[in-house]
């Protein structure tokens, strides 16, 4: 076993030394700070039966593991194959457990989930970088339960059917985005999500990628991302070292204001705004302007509380969809096979006289199973964010504490060879006989015929996954329909290969990379033209 100099040594290798004496210190003060002020939960007999997991160091557990975002998901792929249904882990103070089956998942997370849909405690993420505020973290409960149920009533399928003029909308202007400068591709996609998203709650238009508004909601995800990564900040793996002074832990309280002053201003900016137009009269249809008409008070919602929800559909809806917008065009440089099998379907069922609609759908099942394979390989998240069990509870002979950070490991589950042959491989014709959405198959009966599980499970699967959907089908295929991609080529007419990093941090945004976006035809080209300038001249008009 690993001594504490050994845990010091790993934690400090990167220190310099001018500082390392301070460090050590500081480092040796927290730990035993966190072991004075943790009750004696590991003389709990039970524990002996917590699952199989790959060991970690005294006191950081599997921490420095975690920490590497960048790598970690491939470390998760192999505990899977290792230790079965559950793989145990420690982040610190806090047991944490894989569920790397679709089983598992289903077992806990959707049949008990009345004690595995709450947050593990996050005193800079939550308490003070989110003034408790963020749906996101906010632990199960009443005032989750009716923040969900407000969300409910922009994202359900409904209200997804009909903000689908919105879509086809930006959609149709993405469509000649792409074809004035293909080389923006990767903010092109981006613009159409953030503007997507800002239509539907705030009635508000990002026509290009220089909107300052586009540029506000996407520096409020970098800070959100660098303040929330697990292991990035020790008091959010060891949460009682939350009493200690901030500046023995990276003056995490000071990053904290900052990131909700930044933040804050800008939610409550627009709400301020929202709230303006609905007095004048000149609010547009959307979800923010219900949603002020629906008696807050009486819901004891105020002002920052509104702002933070409808704030947080932003942050979901605007870099998710473009990720996987942008992780589609990597995979398709990758996988010409793919390209030329959809273009050939979308040709034998679309033709080439007008843009794919969503009434295609049923008739263009390679198109849908190469979304589906889009998820499975390269999915918006790397894991999400960690439910946690609101009582000890047992499950197939292990057992499970109260207060476990419990993870669905769908790299595992999404890699597991008895399930996907070749899974390595692109191959949308895994598929061809899944003819359900995602959210039918997250809630069908037999997990093993679920798609994939990139949007989650249990209570607090994505609220958006109706609206993803639908923007996923159709710009890709839409895009399938009208371009080319392929890798790029050198000046001497050789192709180059795109590189397939992702940003630093737990989402799979993969880094801006080179591609070829070329039109299919000149008669293709005209047709997305004139379908936008239809549309222009049309609008976009939705009713309550």
């Known amino acids: 076993m690993a001594t504490i100099s050994a845990v010091v040594a790993s934690l400090s290798s990167n220190v310099p030394a001018v500082i390392g004496a301070v460090f050590i210190t500081t480092i040796l003060s927290a730990l ?6 943790t009750p004696s939960t590991w003389k709990d007999t039970r524990r002996k039966n917590l699952p199989p997991g790959p060991g970690g160091l005294p006191f950081v557990g599997n921490l420095l593991d975690m920490a590497d975002a960048e790598n970690f998901h491939e470390k998760a792929v192999e505990w899977g194959r290792n ?9 610190g103070g806090t047991d944490w457990i894989w569920l790397n089956t679709p089983k598992a998942v289903k077992d806990i997370m959707d049949k008990r989930s009345s004690i595995y849909s709450s947050r593990p405690p996050a005193p800079l993420a939550s308490d003070v970088g989110s003034a408790g505020k963020r749906q996101l973290f906010l632990p199960y409960g009443p005032h989750w339960r009716g923040l969900r149920k407000s969300g409910h009533v922009l994202l359900n399928l409904n209200a997804a059917v009909k903000y689908q003029p919105i879509q086809d909308f930006e959609s149709k202007q993405l469509m000649v985005d792409l074809l004035d400068s293909p080389q923006n591709f990767y903010d092109h996609n981006r613009r159409y999500s953030s503007s997507l998203i800002f239509q539907t709650t705030y009635g508000y238009r990002i026509k290009s990628f220089d909107d300052p508004r586009f540029k506000q909601i996407y520096a409020v995800l970098q800070s959100f ?20 002074p901030s500046w023995m832990l990276g003056n995490w309280r000071k990053f904290g204001k900052e990131c909700f002053e930044e ?83 979308l040709d034998r069922v679309v033709g080439s006289d007008r843009l794919p609609v969503w009434e295609d759908e049923p008739n263009l ?6 979304i589906k394979e889009v998820m499975r390989q390269r999915p918006p998240n790397k894991f999400g964010i960690g439910h946690s069990s609101s009582e000890d509870d047992w499950y197939e002979g292990f057992f499970i504490p109260k207060g476990t950070v419990v993870m669905v490991n769908w790299w595992a589950i999404h890699r597991d060879e008895t399930r996907y042959k070749d899974p390595m491989q692109f191959d949308p014709t895994r598929y061809l006989n899944h003819r359900l959405s995602a959210a039918e198959y997250a809630n069908a009966n037999d997990p093993y015929e679920r798609d994939h599980f990139s949007y989650g ?21 839409r895009q399938l329909w009208g ?44 047709q997305m033209r004139k379908a936008f300038k239809d549309a222009e001249a049309k609008g976009v008009n939705i009713t309550a």
């Not at 559950?86 to 982040?91: G, K, Q, V």
């Not at 099942?365 to 190469?370: D, I, M, S, T």
């Open 225 to 244: 991302t660098k303040m929330s990564a697990p292991g990035a900040y020790a008091v959010d793996s060891f949460p009682s070292l939350a009493a200690l």
């Open 483 to 526: 371009f080319n991609i392929s890798k790029p080529r050198g000046p001497d007419g050789s192709e180059v290969e795109p590189h397939n990093a992702y940003v630093p941090g737990w989402m799979c945004v993969p880094q801006p990379f080179d591609v070829s976006i070329t039109p299919r035809s000149k008669k293709h080209e005209a």
């Open 32 to 37: 035993g700070f966190y072991l004075y002020n």
């Open 457 to 477: 499970s249990g209570r607090r699967i994505c609220q958006g996954i109706h609206l993803a959907e639908k923007s996923l089908f159709i710009n890709i295929a």
């Open 263 to 345: 933040h804050s201003k800008v939610y409550l900016d627009l709400w301020m705004d929202l709230k303006k137009q609905v007095e004048a009269g000149t609010a547009k249809e959307c979800f923010c302007k219900d949603y002020y008409l629906s008696d807050l008070e009486k819901q004891g919602i105020d002002d920052l509380q509104a702002a933070y929800m409808c704030g947080g559909m932003l942050e979901a809806g605007s870099e998710t969809t473009s990720s996987t917008l942008n992780n589609f065009t990597y995979l398709m440089t990758q996988n010409p096979h793919a390209v030329k099998a959809a273009q050939e379907e």
């Open 83 to 91: 230790f079965g249904d559950l793989t145990y882990t420690r982040m």
């Open 365 to 370: 099942p390679y198109v849908r199973a190469l």
